[in-house]
T-cell receptor, first 115, second 109 residues
Framework: EPEVTQTPSHQVTQMGQEVILRCVPI?????FYWYRQILGQKVEFLVS????????KSEIFDDQFSVERPDGSNFTLKIRSTKLEDSAMYFC?????????????FGPGTRLTVL | QKEVEQNSGPLSVPEGAIASLNCTYS??????FFWYRQYSGKSPELIMF????GDKEDGRFTAQLNKASQYVSLLIRDSQPSDSATYLC?????????FGAGTTVTVRA
């Protein structure tokens, strides 16, 4: 069964460093998402991406964050200058199409630790 | 104002009992509602979605939706130890899912 994959599974970085989290969505899906979950807290929406542009973003998704779909398969989240409070699980998700009831399929997540 | 609220839990039920999970949402225009299960350290996994008022059953799980009351619930019948997890209620907006904080369920053998 097709699934969303994410790499790396765990990323440790120093505060102020740039990180790129990578995702491969399910191949025929059209909508792509990043969410994050700080330990012990709820899953929070960061950004949605459709037709090669951001369709919606949250207040969390400030100028330090960017997303890109550099080729037909990868979907990346870049954090330019990481802060301690960026430490969290980052989940990529994808959804098939325009039907409002399509579920979002989540990847296994990348645990980001900022020291 | 919280967009999606769930009963805080934790909820402990004996094996074979019914676990009842509740969720309320603030956006009256919301159309689609999802229940995800999340094991510790893992990603959310969809259990059910519902978009029409009433009940929807899938195996041991029943989702109930009342749009007038802005309320959605999940019943887990014949609870098993493997059902022990955190259950997340999610409400779909234009693009994003808004999640509740989750209710942790422990099924006692």
């Amino acid at each position: 069964e097709p699934e969303v994959t994410q790499t790396p599974s765990h990323q440790v970085t120093q505060m102020g460093q740039e990180v790129i989290l990578r995702c491969v969505p399910i191949s025929n899906h059209l909508y792509f998402y990043w969410y994050r979950q700080i330990l012990g807290q709820k899953v929070e929406f960061l950004v949605s991406f459709y037709n090669n542009e951001i369709s919606e973003k949250s207040e969390i998704f400030d100028d330090q964050f960017s997303v890109e779909r550099p080729d037909g398969s990868n979907f990346t989240l870049k954090i330019r200058s990481t802060k301690l409070e960026d430490s969290a699980m980052y989940f990529c998700a994808s959804r098939p199409g325009v039907d409002s009831y399509n579920e979002q399929f989540f990847g296994p997540g990348t645990r980001l630790t900022v020291l | 104002q919280k967009e999606v609220e769930q009963n805080s839990g934790p909820l402990s039920v004996p094996e074979g009992a019914i676990a009842s999970l509740n969720c309320t949402y603030s956006d009256r225009g919301s159309q689609s509602f999802f229940w995800y299960r999340q094991y510790s350290g893992k990603s959310p996994e969809l259990i059910m979605f519902i978009y029409s008022n009433g009940d929807k059953e899938d195996g041991r799980f029943t989702a109930q939706l009342n749009k007038a009351s802005q309320y959605v619930s999940l019943l887990i019948r014949d609870s098993q130890p493997s059902d022990s997890a955190t259950y997340l209620c999610a409400v779909k907006g234009d693009y994003k899912l808004s999640f509740g904080a989750g209710t942790t369920v422990t099924v006692r053998a």
